[in-house]
């Protein structure tokens, strides 16, 4: 449980009594240092969490509390190997996925033979394939390569292909299967060739329905346009900690990419799990993704804790979630090929954190994990961002941006990154009633319209934010940008006391959909349900 009965804690809560609402704009003018004293940098990524209402202070107080809850030494367990997902009885180790040396994370439990053996396997799959000699129907080179996963086995390689299109394969397609709904396979299907296509089905338990039933209807699909000479061996590869399982389903066992115990589905993308990424940008490249990752992991586990990227990003949270009552974050990305961004990060931090239940199962006594949201930032000027602005809500916001395009456009860099600049300024700062009533006068206004005017056009600011400016975006540093957050979910994980590697809330829903799926076809099962679930079934069967 989050140690609230502590001194630290009292301590950051009369803090938080003393410095009260104390505006951005004050603590600027306070200290016309703080954006060098409150700013770090990571090789090629900036962090500037100047606009973060606290101060130097704060952060002592905030490191005290990281002593209190036994950071330092969770860090160690978590590198040790020690069996710290203590729900399920596992290591949690993905931090091995992306280590170049072995024993790890000891000579006694060294993962990394099979770390390294399934990465060479997966090289030269992927290298095959993007020389064209991948065969599919017939010898027909492989053109289109569809990864069929949910969650972790669908976020993570996605958002990171999405993040490196510019670096991938020119003519090989690759692309993500994941909903239920037949609307994302049904149009995606009439696009491919099946003598040409490769399913890989990413499933670390081999059992997720929305994934099963997406397999299914691949190999439907392929033995109906190729008829009686379709070798579906051809045509799939899998991921999966079940080969008995997939060899089954019709997977040949050459073809089956291993995945741990040790690695939760949300933290996987660096493992097989990511070998539809590594088809599309190469092995290299996705080498260099593993090496900003290593060299993150090797920061966080051995930097002092103030100089400590993740651990700082972690202790802001903590102090905006638990101290200024921050129920949500949002996450900007001014950068189009970060699209998937926030949906990869609401995964990893909520299904972590998102608990309320401590370690050792007694309640948390404090706020978890905010709701994670978000959305590329310049769109969503356009549409959310008055709320923010004067919805009167406390959102802490991460601004995400590259100091360089992939695709640079004349004029539109520059022109985004001022928006990004802009926004977090203006949520920052505000705009006083005095500022804008001279404004208004300066435009010539009559004073009556200035008055009925002056509520609308004030901006209270004072909305924290913090800026990851990248020095563009490479492989490395977006392992290195991803391996932060990851460690950042940690951090938080241990001032609440709570286990960010188990997800035990995602499976009353998952049985109860089981249950409910045969009274689709047998009415008479409806009655087992509340009426509500009754209603909604009689309606769907009017319809069909
Ligand atoms: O339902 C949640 C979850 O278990 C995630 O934790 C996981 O990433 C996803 O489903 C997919 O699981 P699998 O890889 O076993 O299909």
Same mark, same amino acid.
């Given at each position: 449980?989050?140690?609230?009965?502590?001194?630290?804690?009292?301590?950051?809560?009369?803090?938080?009594?003393?410095?009260?609402?104390?505006?951005?704009?004050?603590?600027?003018?306070?200290?016309?240092?703080?954006?060098?004293?409150?700013?770090?940098?990571?090789?090629?990524?900036?962090?500037?969490?100047?606009?973060?209402?606290?101060?130097?202070?704060?952060?002592?107080?905030?490191?005290?509390?990281?002593?209190?809850?036994?950071?330092?030494?969770?860090?160690?367990?978590?590198?040790?190997?020690?069996?710290?997902?203590?729900?399920?009885?596992?290591?949690?180790?993905?931090?091995?996925?992306?280590?170049?040396?072995?024993?790890?994370?000891?000579?006694?439990?060294?993962?990394? *033979?099979?770390?390294?053996?399934?990465?060479?396997?997966?090289?030269?799959?992927?290298?095959?394939?993007?020389?064209?000699?991948?065969?599919?129907?017939?010898?027909?080179?492989?053109?289109?390569?569809?990864?069929?996963?949910?969650?972790?086995?669908? @976020?993570?390689?996605?958002?990171?292909?999405?993040?490196?299109?510019?670096?991938?394969?020119?003519?090989?397609?690759?692309?993500?299967?994941?909903?239920?709904?037949?609307?994302?396979?049904?149009?995606?299907?009439?696009?491919?060739?099946?003598?040409?296509?490769?399913?890989?089905?990413?499933?670390?338990?081999?059992?997720?329905?929305?994934?099963?039933?997406?397999?299914?209807?691949?190999?439907?699909?392929?033995?109906?346009?190729?008829?009686?000479?379709?070798?579906?061996?051809?045509?799939?590869?899998?991921?999966?900690?079940? *080969?008995?399982?997939?060899?089954?389903?019709?997977?040949?066992?050459?073809?089956?990419?291993?995945?741990?115990?040790?690695?939760?589905?949300?933290?996987?993308?660096?493992?097989?799990?990511?070998?539809?990424?590594?088809?599309?940008?190469?092995?290299?490249?996705?080498?260099?993704?593993?090496?900003?990752?290593?060299?993150?992991?090797?920061?966080?586990?051995?930097? *002092? @804790?103030?100089?400590?990227?993740?651990?700082?990003?972690?202790?802001?949270?903590?102090?905006?979630?638990?101290?200024?009552?921050?129920?949500?974050?949002?996450?900007?990305?001014?950068?189009?090929?970060?699209?998937?961004?926030?949906?990869?990060?609401?995964? @990893?931090?909520?299904?972590?954190?998102?608990?309320?239940?401590?370690?050792?199962?007694? *309640?948390?006594?404090?706020?978890?994990?905010?709701?994670?949201?978000?959305?590329?930032?310049?769109?969503?000027?356009?549409?959310?961002?008055?709320?923010?602005?004067?919805?009167?809500?406390?959102?802490?916001?991460?601004?995400?941006?590259?100091?360089?395009?992939?695709?640079?456009?004349?004029?539109?860099?520059?022109?985004?990154?001022?928006?990004?600049?802009?926004?977090?300024?203006?949520?920052?700062?505000?705009?006083?009633?005095?500022?804008?009533?001279?404004?208004?006068?300066?435009?010539?206004?009559?004073?009556?319209?200035?008055?009925?005017?002056?509520?609308?056009?004030?901006?209270?600011?004072?909305?924290?934010?913090?800026?990851?400016?990248?020095?563009?975006?490479?492989?490395?540093?977006?392992?290195?940008?991803?391996?932060?957050?990851?460690?950042?979910?940690?951090?938080?994980?241990?001032?609440?006391?709570?286990?960010?590697?188990?997800?035990?809330?995602?499976?009353?829903?998952?049985?109860?959909?089981?249950?409910?799926?045969?009274?689709?076809?047998?009415?008479?099962?409806?009655?087992?349900?509340?009426?509500?679930?009754?209603?909604?079934?009689?309606?769907?069967?009017?319809?069909?």
């Amino acid at each position: 449980m989050t140690n609230t009965a502590s001194r630290a804690w009292s301590a950051l809560t009369a803090h938080h009594q003393k410095l009260g609402k104390k505006h951005l704009r004050d603590l600027f003018a306070d200290d016309p240092g703080r954006a060098a004293s409150l700013s770090l940098s990571f090789e090629d990524i900036l962090y500037d969490f100047s606009k973060q209402r606290l101060t130097p202070e704060t952060f002592d107080l905030l490191f005290k509390l990281a002593e209190t809850s036994s950071l330092a030494a969770g860090i160690q367990r978590m590198f040790n190997g020690e069996r710290i997902n203590v729900s399920e009885g596992r290591s949690v180790l993905h931090v091995a996925l992306r280590h170049s040396s072995a024993p790890f994370p000891s000579a006694q439990m060294d993962v990394m *033979p099979d770390v390294l053996s399934t990465r060479k396997r997966m090289a030269e799959f992927a290298e095959h394939l993007r020389a064209g000699q991948g065969q599919g129907h017939h010898g027909a080179a492989i053109r289109d390569v569809v990864n069929i996963g949910i969650g972790g086995s669908d @976020l993570g390689p996605k958002m990171v292909n999405q993040a490196l299109r510019a670096i991938a394969h020119p003519a090989l397609g690759v692309h993500y299967v994941s909903n239920l709904d037949g609307a994302q396979m049904a149009p995606l299907l009439q696009t491919l060739d099946p003598r040409s296509t490769l399913f890989i089905v990413v499933s670390k338990t081999f059992t997720t329905q929305e994934t099963m039933l997406n397999a299914t209807t691949a190999r439907n699909w392929l033995t109906a346009n190729l008829g009686d000479e379709v070798n579906l061996e051809h045509h799939f590869a899998t991921v999966s900690s079940k *080969p008995e399982r997939a060899a089954a389903f019709g997977i040949s066992p050459e073809r089956v990419f291993p995945i741990w115990d040790w690695v939760g589905g949300r933290y996987s993308l660096w493992s097989a799990v990511g070998l539809s990424l590594m088809i599309a940008i190469g092995p290299h490249a996705f080498d260099e993704l593993l090496r900003g990752a290593e060299r993150m992991d090797e920061h966080f586990r051995t930097a *002092p @804790l103030a100089r400590n990227l993740p651990v700082v990003m972690g202790l802001i949270g903590i102090w905006n979630t638990n101290f200024l009552g921050a129920a949500s974050n949002a996450v900007l990305p001014y950068n189009e090929s970060l699209k998937y961004l926030p949906s990869f990060l609401q995964q @990893l931090e909520m299904e972590s954190n998102g608990k309320s239940v401590g370690v050792t199962g007694g *309640p948390v006594g404090s706020e978890t994990c905010p709701i994670v949201w978000g959305e590329l930032g310049n769109n969503g000027q356009h549409a959310f961002f008055q709320l923010l602005h004067q919805g009167g809500r406390l959102i802490p916001c991460d601004f995400i941006a590259s100091a360089r395009s992939d695709y640079p456009l004349p004029g539109h860099q520059e022109a985004l990154l001022s928006n990004c600049f802009a926004q977090s300024s203006a949520l920052a700062f505000g705009k006083s009633e005095d500022e804008v009533r001279e404004s208004l006068e300066k435009e010539l206004v009559p004073a009556q319209q200035i008055a009925e005017l002056l509520p609308h056009r004030v901006f209270a600011g004072n909305q924290p934010s913090s800026t990851l400016l990248l020095k563009s975006l490479t492989p490395a540093t977006l392992g290195a940008l991803v391996a932060l957050y990851e460690h950042k979910v940690f951090v938080q994980g241990a001032i609440w006391g709570i286990n960010s590697f188990d997800q035990w809330g995602v499976e009353l829903g998952k049985a109860v959909a089981s249950r409910i799926l045969p009274a689709f076809a047998d009415p008479s099962l409806a009655a087992a349900f509340d009426s509500s679930t009754q209603a909604l079934l009689a309606y769907c069967r009017k319809q069909s």
